[in-house]
Nanobody, 125 residues
Framework: QVRLVESGGGSVQAGGSLRLSCAISGYTYDSYGMGWFRQAPGKEREGVAAIDSDGDTDYADSVKDRFKITEDNANNILYLQMNSLKPEDTAMYFC???????????????????WGQGTQVTVAS
């Protein structure tokens, strides 16, 4: 029932910016967690940024102060603004939504059951 569609990925040079979008439909969660996750070849999926229905956000240390997660509540769109991109940010980026997990676990991929198909972000040096 829940559908998530990511867009906005692409190839940029180090120091550049991208804004990822995730259109979400088919859910009726009053209390929810939404997040962006990424997976690079040979690595496990990791949490990048999350936001919950209270507006609280959480970021991985590696992207703090560079990325910002926001939500367009009226149109059910989740955004990830990515600035000062580094080659190590290269990965497939996924968005996810579920009933709000406990705060300390909002960046844990295993807390989410609803996922988009992913959008590739490639950062060249």
């Amino acid at each position: 029932q829940v559908r998530l569609v990511e867009s906005g990925g692409g190839s940029v040079q180090a120091g550049g910016s991208l804004r990822l979008s995730c259109a979400i439909s088919g859910y009726t969660y009053d209390s929810y967690g939404m997040g962006w996750f990424r997976q690079a070849p040979g690595k496990e999926r990791e949490g990048v940024a999350a936001i919950d229905s209270d507006g609280d956000t959480d970021y991985a240390d590696s992207v703090k102060d560079r990325f910002k997660i926001t939500e367009d509540n009226a149109n059910n769109i989740l955004y990830l603004q990515m600035n000062s991109l580094k080659p190590e940010d290269t990965a497939m980026y996924f968005c996810a939504v579920d009933w709000c997990p406990p705060g300390p676990r909002e960046l844990w991929p295993e807390e989410y059951n609803n996922w988009g198909q992913g959008t590739q972000v490639t950062v060249a040096s």
